[in-house]
């Protein structure tokens, strides 16, 4: 706990000096969860990258992670995430961008190879389009998928259902047909809402009964 606040300065000093050098393209920085994070503009997202790689102070070398995240209730309702590691200086940072599904995001293939798979993912699940991507395609779903599942509008059981069709000897795509509707369960015990006797109940009971009764002839 003693290196928690020393620490937590560092970081902050760092942002600050990062702001610093890359001016108004860091639009904002924070500490969260003992990591920082800065907020950058899409459009300079591989200026800011390269430079957090190749800066002497910062050495982030590594790209960890890339991910999306959808919130429906913004104009740009998508955030992408770039995670970062330094290893020389065993720090951690975040980097976040806004997008949205008209204006697309700088690839980051230039600056880190293997954001080549995460940029497909994001692009697969999420429907963030990424610029002068070298192959985007879909990574996970099939490639005449509908929609991108990981969207919070996305319905529950998707658009279509697909099928092997025996006659056609290939796989076909229908509208979903549901058998049953949702339904919604407690997932409780089901001996918990049981209130009635249950058959050998009564002999449980009668053997309870007469170890009581011997224990008070005792």
Request: proline letters at 5%; glycine letters at 6%; hydrophobic letters at 35%.
């Given at each position: 706990?003693a ?7 560092n970081?902050?000093?760092l942002g ?13 920085t ?10 950058a503009e ?7 990258l ?21 919130y429906p ?8 995430v770039?995670?970062?590691l330094?290893?020389?200086?065993n ?19 230039s ?8 940029e ?33 509008d ?22 979903v ?5 949702f ?5 409780l015990s ?27 002839d005792?």
């Amino acid at each position: 706990m003693a290196d928690a606040q020393p620490h937590t300065q560092n970081l902050s000093d760092l942002g600050e000096t990062i702001a610093s050098q890359l001016g108004d393209v860091i639009t904002s920085t924070e500490i969260i969860n003992d990591e920082l994070v800065l907020h950058a503009e899409r459009s300079a997202i591989v200026k800011v990258l390269t430079f957090l790689r190749d800066d002497v102070n910062c050495q982030f070398k590594l790209l960890m992670e890339l991910c999306g995240v959808d919130y429906p209730e913004r104009e740009d309702r998508f955030e992408v995430v770039y995670c970062l590691l330094s290893m020389t200086q065993n720090h951690r940072v975040k980097v976040k961008v806004a997008a949205n599904e008209s204006s697309p995001v700088p690839s980051a293939t230039s600056v880190f190879s293997s954001a080549g798979w995460w940029e497909r993912e994001a692009w697969d699940l999420f429907g963030i389009y990424f610029a002068d991507h070298p192959d985007l395609r879909r990574i996970l779903s099939d490639y005449g998928f509908e929609g991108h599942p990981l969207r919070k509008d996305f319905p529950l059981t998707g658009y279509v259902e697909i099928r092997y069709d025996d006659e056609q000897k290939r796989v076909v795509y229908e509208p979903v047909k549901l058998t049953q509707e949702f339904r919604n369960f407690d997932f409780l015990s089901p001996w918990e809402g049981v209130q009635q006797m249950l058959p050998g109940d009564e002999k449980a009971e009668e053997q309870e009964e007469a170890a009581a009764e011997k224990g008070g002839d005792a």
